[in-house]
């Protein structure tokens, strides 16, 4: 009884996952992954993942309003907006910099009053979004580099690329302006890409933007993202090279992206999370935005349902959130991924770069837990058939 009993649910559970793992790109869960998020921060979860790592505060915040403009919600996104504008969301960055409070800050920010502001006009908000452009737009003129210092000291090319992408949807939205400041910054991002993988460098010297470090997944994925709207032509060669180095299958399974590319190890740290395999869980989650970005449908399908499978979600009528929901930093990266659309153009969808058999070796594995599940219920109903039926009285005594 106990063995068909386990067996029973290791057959649940498999078929509860091949489900999940068949599920396609589905987006329905993300307003009650969101629902969960926004109880979780009025919880304090963004104290709580500033404790984690340094832009923990801002990013829950900025992440949360970012999805809700991609799903049409206004008022949810200006609340988002109005924390990251406090003492507490400027915190981390230093106002000594050029813009004030440094790429980081002002170019995540900006994009999210973009977004707000494509959603429906309001005179104070683009007087903001203009006057937070032209900062931007000064300082990269100014400077005799492309990547400007997220904090002082210290350059990282993904921070400049989402303000660059603000600054294209400043010319979407408003009377162009920046045009000849983006061109001038892919003229500089051309002429300074890592050398190893033909990518922008995951780190860069301040002062002339020279590559420190090689290109990886955690900054690439997010880079991947937002070029994207920056400049598609340039965006698809990028995203192309980046998908051939990045995107691998671990022991032949589901989909994933390495922290660094192929041939190249290394260790984790803050960014990429701990490394299993080479795989960083951040890098792959972004990638999943990216992928539907650059309208690769198969990489982005892919990499939702193994999330489905791996990330345990736990749903109800009203919230959905992964892995327990023990890091909603986690959930915010997953739901923006998961609403991820061009906000100002595309490239051309790059042919698919999986079979679309890539789901088989997971499913045999499911299939194979099944079957070592109910072996031995067989075994055990087979050698009691081969015993015979016990009949009688059990105090039989011979001769009586």
């Known amino acids: 009884m106990l063995r068909r009993i386990a067996a029973v649910v290791v057959t649940l559970v498999a078929l509860i996952a091949a489900v999940r793992l068949t599920g396609g790109d589905d987006t329905s869960g993300v307003r009650r992954q969101l629902t969960f998020l926004r ?3 009025d919880d304090g979860a963004a104290d709580d993942a500033q404790r984690l790592f340094p832009e923990g505060y801002f990013f829950l915040h900025a992440l949360y309003g970012l999805t809700q403009v991609d799903l049409g919600d206004e008022g949810e996104a200006r609340w988002a907006l109005e924390r990251l504008e406090t003492p507490a969301g400027r915190g981390p960055f230093s106002a000594s910099l050029t813009p004030e409070y440094g790429v980081f800050y002002q170019g995540w920010t900006n994009w ?16 903001r979004f203009e006057a937070s452009s032209a900062a931007l737009a000064g300082a990269f003129d100014a400077a005799p580099t492309p990547y400007l210092a997220a904090y002082p000291g210290q350059a990282w090319p993904v921070d ?11 010319d979407k939205l408003l009377p162009p302006r920046y045009g000849p400041t983006i061109t001038r ?12 993988t033909g990518l922008m460098p995951h780190s860069v010297d301040p002062g002339t933007g020279a590559p420190l470090s090689v290109a990886r997944g955690s900054s690439q994925s997010m880079i991947q993202r937002f070029l994207a709207d920056i400049d598609p032509e340039f965006a698809r060669e990028q995203y192309l090279r980046f998908r051939s180095l990045f995107v691998t299958r671990p022991l ?12 190249v190890d290394g260790a984790g740290d803050v960014d990429s999370g701990p490394l299993v395999l080479g795989v960083s869980l951040s890098a792959t989650v972004v990638t999943l935005g990216a992928a539907r970005v ?5 990489l982005a399908g892919a990499l939702a349902d193994y999330g489905e499978l791996a990330g345990v979600p736990v749903s109800t009528p009203w919230s959905k959130r992964y892995v327990g929901g023990l890091l909603p930093i986690g959930d915010a990266f997953l739901a923006w991924s998961k609403t991820a659309r061009p ?31 109910w072996l031995p219920v067989a075994r055990a109903t087979a050698a ?12 039989f005594i011979p001769g009586v």
């Open 112 to 127: 999210l009053r973009g977004g707000i502001l494509s959603l429906r006009p309001d005179p104070v908000l683009r007087e």
């Open 294 to 298: 650059h309208g690769d449908a198969r």
């Open 252 to 263: 032949g399974l589901g989909p994933a992206v390495r922290e660094y590319p192929s041939g």
């Open 343 to 373: 906000w100002v153009s595309a490239p051309q969808a790059p042919a698919p770069a999986l079979t679309r058999w890539w789901r088989l070796p997971l499913l045999a594995l499911l299939a194979l837990a099944v079957l070592l599940a």
């Open 39 to 41: 109880s979780a921060l």
């Open 160 to 170: 400049s690329t989402v303000a660059i992408a603000s600054l294209r949807l400043h």
């Open 185 to 196: 910054w892919l003229t500089g991002v051309r002429s300074r890409l890592d050398p190893v």
């Open 384 to 395: 009691a058939g081969r015993a015979g039926p016990r009949l009688g009285c059990p105090f």
